[in-house]
């Protein structure tokens, strides 16, 4: 059984840096992109970061590109967003997800390349 378990979410000052985790189980991570999403409330879900089963493709939305990280341990089964210059527009539920389809070399930002998802963790970005 697939499972993606998020963690990490929490109150941050503007600023400030926040690392999340992913755990991942029921499949080798090493086979699969991974994909960072988040969702404010009334907003279409984001995609923020992805990187390729073989690591050789690393995407990032404009809006986090130099402020966040995508990372991941294999050994861990885990996978990382490091957050750092975190704004107030940054606050929302942040969610990680497995594609629909194994492809070893590309990874997408679109939700709806993805079908596996976790149950997220919150996010707030306020002084």
């Known amino acids: 059984q697939v499972q993606l378990v998020e963690s990490g979410g929490d109150l941050v000052q503007p600023g400030g840096s926040l690392r999340l985790s992913c755990a991942v189980s029921g499949f080798t991570l090493a086979d699969w992109a991974i994909g960072w999403f988040r969702q404010a409330p009334g907003q279409e879900r984001e995609g923020l970061a992805c990187?390729?089963?073989?690591?050789?493709?690393?995407q990032y939305a404009d809006s986090v590109k130099g402020r966040f990280t995508i990372s991941r341990d294999n050994a861990k089964n885990t996978v990382y967003l490091q957050m750092s210059s975190l704004k107030p527009e940054d606050t929302a539920h942040y969610y990680c997800?497995?594609?629909?389809?194994?492809?070893?070399?590309?990874?997408?930002?679109?939700?709806?390349?993805?079908?596996?998802w976790g149950q997220g963790s919150q996010v707030t970005v306020s002084s």
């Open positions: 997800a497995r594609p629909r389809y194994l492809l070893p070399r590309r990874c997408g930002l679109s939700p709806l390349e993805y079908n596996n």
């Open positions: 990187f390729s089963a073989d690591g050789g493709t690393i």
